[in-house]
């Protein structure tokens, strides 16, 4: 099976930082969607939270996965998008940014929408390394056709420069 990746839009956080990263208006026309993001937030703080929200919602969510923390595994269950890596805070050392992927198989069904995300952090100061890498299995409880991603800092406000997520759409011939 031939699979093709479509860059549909890339953002790119500027010098002030943004509140969120918004992809919207998706087309319909692809078989799954995959978001690539370097994130580093203005929480004051070495880890922050990624938010992640479909159509404009936090409703009809539920997360199931386990995380790495350097020293042990933290198994996590909850019903928000609230993933726990990927997104180093403002005390993480200086240009540190966390990297993951969001997989969305099916995105313009009318049924619930189950994905995948995984992610980094770091935080590499003075010989310690606190960083954190998780692996979730979501589903957005909703049948509504996604048309829309939205991803924000959980506890920070901004997104700080140079912070960047693409979106793709990929067709499966």
Request: proline content about 3%; aromatic content about 12%.
């Amino acid at each position: 099976m031939a699979i093709t990746y479509y860059a549909l839009a890339k953002a790119s956080v500027g010098s002030g930082g943004t509140a969120y990263i918004e992809f919207t208006e998706i087309s319909n026309g692809y078989t799954d969607l995959i978001v690539y993001y370097s994130l580093r937030s203005n929480r004051s703080a070495t880890i922050d939270n990624l938010v992640i929200e479909f159509n404009g919602s936090t409703s009809d969510e539920k997360t199931v996965g386990i995380a790495w923390d350097g020293g042990s595994n933290q198994v996590y269950s909850n019903n928000t998008f609230n993933f726990s890596f990927g997104a180093p805070g403002n005390s993480a050392t200086s240009n540190s940014f966390g990297a993951g992927y969001m997989y969305i198989p099916n995105y313009s069904s009318s049924t619930v929408h189950p994905f995948n995300t995984s992610g980094v952090d770091s935080n590499n100061a003075s010989g310690v390394n606190s960083a954190q890498v998780g692996d979730m299995g979501c589903i957005w409880n909703n049948a509504s056709p996604i048309t829309s991603i939205r991803i924000r800092p959980n506890i920070g406000t901004l997104w700080l420069q140079h912070s960047t997520a693409t979106l793709y759409g990929i067709k499966k011939a």
